[in-house]
Each structure stands twice: as C-alpha cells, then as structure tokens.
C-alpha cells in the first residue's frame, strides 16, 4: 500500500538524485492544470461540488489547478489520453476503459463510504407503485441505461444480469442512454422508462437519496418523494469506487505532490473533502491498477468482439 511516508522516501530520492534544473521545474512545463470529471448530477451541480477540490489542489500544488465538467466518459479518456487532462475523476469502467486502450494513467485514490468500504453497487431501480417485483417481470419493457462508460448505469448492469439469465439487449424491449445518473432516475420518475439502472452504496447514500435531498423528485402532485418510493429488483456484487487519476507522463515530483494533495484532504481541508459527498465518504483510500482488474476483466466480457489493449 502506498503510504504518506513512502511517498516522503520517494521526495527524498528526488533530490538526492540531483536532477537536472530542467526536470525538477516542472512548473516552467505545466504552469496549470486541468481537473476533469464527469457530471452523475448536472454539470452546474458538479460545478459547485468539485470547484472548491480545484481550489484545494491550486494551494497544495503550487499552481492554478482548472475545474473541467466533461460531458461524458469517454470526454474524459480521451483527454487524458491528448494529454489535456492532467487529473480526472473516472468511474471504474472508464478508467478501465482508459487503461485497456493504451492511455497512461495511474490511479491514486478512492473513497470509502459511509459503510467503511471503498466501493459500491449497481442496482435497477422501478417504482414501488408498479407491478414489477423481479427482473423477469420486466420482460419486454423500457430500460434506462446511463452512458457506454459507466459502470453502475452499464456495464455492471449488463455482466451481472447476464450472469443470473437475463442479456439486456434481449430481456429488454428497448434500452437507452440517458447521458447521466440523475437523468435516468428522472426518466424513471417522469414514466418514460419502466426500470432504470444506477449507483448505490446503501440505503441512505444513492444517487436517488441525494436527489431528494435536493429536491429533485416530486410526485405527479407536486409532494416530495421518498426512499420508498423506489424498489431496487436488482443489485450486483460489490463494485470498486472510481479512482482519482494523473497522467503517467507527469513529472515524478508533481506526482508526488498531487498524490500528497489527495491524502492529506480529508484531514487538511474537511469542508472540501465533505463537499464531494454531502458529508457521505469517511476517508480516500490509496488505490493500485490491480485494483481495477475485475473491471477491466468485466469490459472484456461485455464486449467479445472488441479488440482492445
């Protein structure tokens, strides 16, 4: 496990190394920085949620760190891999995705959430007024999905599903995108969609308790609905959390001080840190490609004919 005092071995060694001026300025080469994620509520939202982690990063790194609000996954892939993005915040899939088509990024941490784990669970979601009870009663009707690249809103959805009897692209009498998290939920809540597929890490931290938090979910007369208002007809294994990543290319010391910048978060800037997660997550765990493998062994699976890296 990489540790604060690793990390502090590894400055060290820097310096003694007695590096070239050139490599150890590496602010001359990047006088700021882009941070990407991409939008599970609306881009505004997302805004102000991350904008106070780019303000924490420009004081701990040294240098302007900007907030970019992708809009969708394979955005931020692709910027990493143009080398715009320096930073990302990826969901397990798309850093997946990332890493199986050659881009190089390596991942520094997750969160771990309320329940004390660093992950969490795709589940489907239908109303708890309608007649399904089982995936199997879904036969034939509507399913939103969330993008190519997510992991909770696709690609855990249609391994796990698979794997219990049920190909979605066949149980299913058609099945869409709806761009983000809190678009499918909306989709399920406005009737457009029979079933919906989305993250959840427990009873009282979903995408869905964040929304009515915010009050987002109205019933068709206007009051505000509930946790059970929802029924979850499915929920997959345990999932790893998505990583925050920097790219391999950066210079070692920039690394370690961005690495030195995540961990220290939760205990140097607590009103940021709680800001990412309405007060949810207890910590940020440091995290390893290894991590990552039953995704990517996951993707592989969803996609047979896809050649990849």
Known sequence: MITRR??????????????????????????????AVVPNEDASSTHDRFAPLAAYLTRTVGVPVKLRVVGDYAGVIEGQRAGSIHIAFHGPASFA??????????PIVNSKHETGLAGNYSVLYVPAS????????????????VDPNSTTGNQAPRYFLKRAGFDVDKHFGRVLFAGSHEKAILALTQGTVDAAANLWNSETDSNVTRMITKGMLKKPDGTPMQRSDFRVVFKSEFLPEGPYAVLASLPDDLKIKIRNAFFDLPQND????????????LDLTPVKLEDYQFVIKMLKLNEPERKHI
């Open 6 to 35: 690793i990390l502090a071995t590894a400055a060290a060694a820097l310096a003694l190394l007695g590096l070239p001026a050139a490599a150890q300025d590496w602010k001359a080469t990047y006088p700021e920085l882009t941070l």
């Open 97 to 106: 995705r990332a890493v199986m088509t050659g881009v190089k990024v390596e």
């Open 130 to 145: 309608s007649p399904y009870k089982t995936v199997a009663d879904l036969k034939g009707k509507t399913l939103a999905l």
């Open 270 to 281: 607590k009103a940021t840190f709680d800001r990412l997660s309405d007060g949810k997550d």
